[in-house]
């Protein structure tokens, strides 16, 4: 079972440049959420997602957008990095968006903009 | 102002004892509480919730206990083994409905020691 994949695992990025953050389920769940975390630091929510076409912004979306044309996938886009955006971003997906279901993550992608 | 604390960076425990991971939080609105592991390079994993209407939620050998008058809740792991040597998060859901935007604490760094 692949479960969720992201890609790139890792990628360095210079001031300005733009990226995908692509992340796809294979477990057709409704719910996706793109997370960041930073060194030392938990998890913030950037952007969720409930279903194909509804996307909506969490706690810290600013630099961010999303879309979600399929239930498989949801990419993250990053248009003008900034060092503020080095960070681990982790994409979950969860059959329902009720806190006790279980979310599944992927293993990450480590972004370092310089 | 972190609204979920897990104030002890880090614990270290010998096989076969008892793990104690505890979190404390300051909205007594939150209704759900999990608790994720983390292994170096790849993302979290759920381990075990629990309601805010339970004091108690157990799964083998992870216990969750909840006190509520005192927003504190603890992750006993008895027996401890080595590969629980992982981070720890502790996270919690305030009643927004469906869509888990959950508050995540910084993490715990268990080791545990053969």
């Known amino acids: 079972n692949a479960g969720v994949t992201q890609t790139p695992k890792f990628r360095i990025l210079k001031i300005g440049q733009s990226m995908t953050l692509q992340c796809t389920q294979d477990?057709?769940?409704?719910?996706m959420y793109w997370y960041r975390q930073d060194p030392g630091m938990g998890l913030k929510l950037i952007y969720y997602?409930?279903?194909?076409?509804?996307?909506d912004k969490g706690e810290v979306p600013n630099g961010y957008n999303v879309s979600r044309s399929t239930t498989e996938d949801f990419p993250l886009r990053l248009e003008l990095a900034a060092p503020s955006q080095t960070s681990v971003y982790f994409c979950?997906?969860?059959?329902?968006?009720?806190?006790?279901?279980?979310?599944?993550f992927g293993q990450g992608t480590r972004l370092t903009v310089v | 102002d972190q609204q979920v604390k897990q104030n002890s960076p880090s614990l270290s425990v010998q096989e076969g004892r008892i793990s104690i991971l505890n979190c404390d939080y300051t909205?007594?609105?939150?209704?759900?509480f999990l608790w994720y592991k983390k292994y170096p390079a790849e993302g979290p994993t759920f381990l075990i919730s629990?309601?805010?209407i339970k004091d108690k939620n157990e799964d083998g050998r992870f216990t969750v206990f909840l006190n509520k008058s005192a927003k504190h809740l603890s992750l006993h792991i008895v027996p401890s083994q080595p590969g629980d040597s992982a981070v720890y998060f502790c996270?919690?859901?305030?009643?927004?409905?469906?869509?888990?935007?959950?508050?995540w604490g910084l993490g715990t760094s268990l080791a545990v020691n053969p």
């Open positions: 997602s409930v279903g194909a076409g509804i996307t």
């Open positions: 909205n007594s609105m939150f209704d759900y």
């Open positions: 996270a919690a859901s305030p009643p927004t409905g469906n869509n888990r935007k959950l508050i």
């Open positions: 629990i309601s805010s």
């Open positions: 477990m057709n769940h409704n719910y």
């Open positions: 979950a997906s969860s059959f329902t968006g009720h806190p006790n279901t279980e979310a599944f």
